[in-house]
T-cell receptor
Framework: AQSVTQLGSHVSVSEGALVLLRCNYSSSVPPYLFWYVQYPNQGLQLLLK??????LVKGINGFEAEFKKSETSFHLTKPSAHMSDAAEYFC????????????FGKGTKLSVKP | DAGVIQSPRHEVTEMGQEVTLRCKPISGHNSLFWYRQTMMRGLELLIY????????DSGMPEDRFSAKMPNASFSTLKIQPSEPRDSAVYFC?????????????FGPGTRLTVL
């Protein structure tokens, strides 16, 4: 069965610093991978998705993620954190052909210090 | 585009009462998903529909939970009777079709508190 593991339930960075949120997946077949962001008291919003095209995927708000099959990873990065990036981030996987059943990680809460 | 609409946004009820959560998907979307989010268990898929037909309800925790989608523009999630452990945020999401890589659009959620 497919699954995702997000390392670190809470990450804190300074404004302007690199953001790195880790996600590893488990899947016996080629996966589709997603990063969602949840701001306080809101629903989830798609940041970016990997669907077997380019391994480096660019998303909204300056975020990007790289699919590394050899490491079964899909880490999310942003070169310079803004205060507005403070939110919870979820990695999710769908095994191709599973009719859209998203499996979410536990989430990583990102704090940005001034 | 109004996005996915959920009502109510907040619900406080007493144990044993019936609770009905409502969802209006984005027009034209034919897949609808119900999720539950808690601190302990994170995000869980409860049930999803394709073209108003329930496809997978294996995430529904107990027979106290039921979901319906009578037409393409409306779905309900009902809990009867409610229990304190049902307290959570319930999200509805919709997608244009049940293809693996199609984006799911989430509603703002309903925060349920069962006393």
């Amino acid at each position: 069965a497919q699954s995702v593991t997000q390392l670190g339930s809470h990450v804190s960075v300074s404004e302007g610093a690199l953001v790195l949120l880790r996600c590893n997946y488990s899947s016996s077949v080629p996966p589709y991978l997603f990063w969602y962001v949840q701001y306080p008291n809101q629903g989830l919003q798609l940041l970016l998705k990997y669907t077997s095209a380019a391994t480096l995927v660019k998303g909204i708000n300056g975020f990007e993620a790289e699919f590394k099959k050899s490491e079964t990873s899909f880490h999310l990065t942003k070169p310079s954190a803004h205060m507005s990036d403070a939110a919870e981030y979820f990695c999710a996987v769908i095994t191709s052909g599973s009719q859209g059943n998203l499996i979410f990680g536990k989430g990583t809460k990102l704090s940005v210090k001034p | 585009d109004a996005g996915v609409i959920q009502s109510p946004r907040h619900e406080v009820t007493e144990m044993g009462q019936e609770v009905t959560l409502r969802c209006k998907p984005i027009s034209g979307h034919n897949s609808l998903f119900w999720y539950r989010q808690t601190m302990m268990r994170g995000l869980e898929l409860l049930i999803y529909f394709n073209n108003n037909v329930p496809i997978d309800d294996s995430g529904m925790p107990e027979d106290r939970f039921s979901a319906k989608m009578p037409n393409a523009s409306f779905s309900t999630l009902k809990i009867q009777p409610s229990e304190p452990r049902d307290s959570a945020v319930y999200f509805c999401a919709s997608a244009e079709r049940a293809r693996s890589y199609n984006e799911q659009f989430f509603g703002p959620g309903t925060r349920l508190t069962v006393l």
